[in-house]
Every structure is written in C-alpha cells, then in structure tokens.
C-alpha cells in the first residue's frame, strides 16, 4: 500500500535557460522573494535560489508551478524544515 504522501506530490521539476529564466514545478509554497533571493518550499525539500534582479513572473501554486527571470547565480537545496509548517507564507502575510 502506497504512503498518502507520495500519491498527493507532484513532480518536482527544474529548467534553467542561460542562467535567465527558471521554470519550477512541484513548488508547494513561496516562503520569500526579493531581487537577490527566493526560498521555495518544494516537493524535493526547501530550494533557495540566489542571483541578482531576481523578479517572479508567474506563480500558480494550486498547480505548484512558479516562473522566475533575472541572473541566477545558485541552487541550494535543503531537508524540508519543520518550522515552515507551522509558518505563514509571505503571501499570506501580504494579503492579511
């Protein structure tokens, strides 16, 4: 019998142009974003992505798919931390 967890997770998938644009999918929740850094929560574990004139261009998160333009300059993944449950995205920190 297969866990519940893996049968909700959608694939998480990264494609990089020319160190420009990075299309993201299994992207579970933005955490936060400015020109020099985005923290996504994704399937895979948190991903930070550093770089300069960092801008996100499309984000859909019930599809958990998010667009990001500028010069990236560096992947990090790390283990899902248990803090990032239990916090508020900085969307819906924005929007309260």
Not at 15 to 23: M, Q
Not at 38 to 53: H, Y
Not at 65 to 83: L, R
């Amino acid at each position: 019998m297969e866990d519940l967890n893996s049968i909700n997770k959608r694939p998480h998938k990264v494609t990089l142009l020319g160190r420009r644009t990075c299309n993201l999918t299994g992207v579970n929740d933005v955490l936060s974003f400015d020109e020099r850094e985005v923290i996504l929560e994704t399937e895979q574990g948190m991903l930070m992505m550093k770089g300069s004139g960092l801008h996100v261009n499309r984000l859909t998160l019930d599809k958990g798919e998010v667009d990001v333009e500028g010069k990236i300059d560096s992947f990090t993944y790390s283990e899902q931390a248990s803090m990032t449950a239990k916090s508020e995205s900085l969307l819906t920190r924005l929007f309260k």
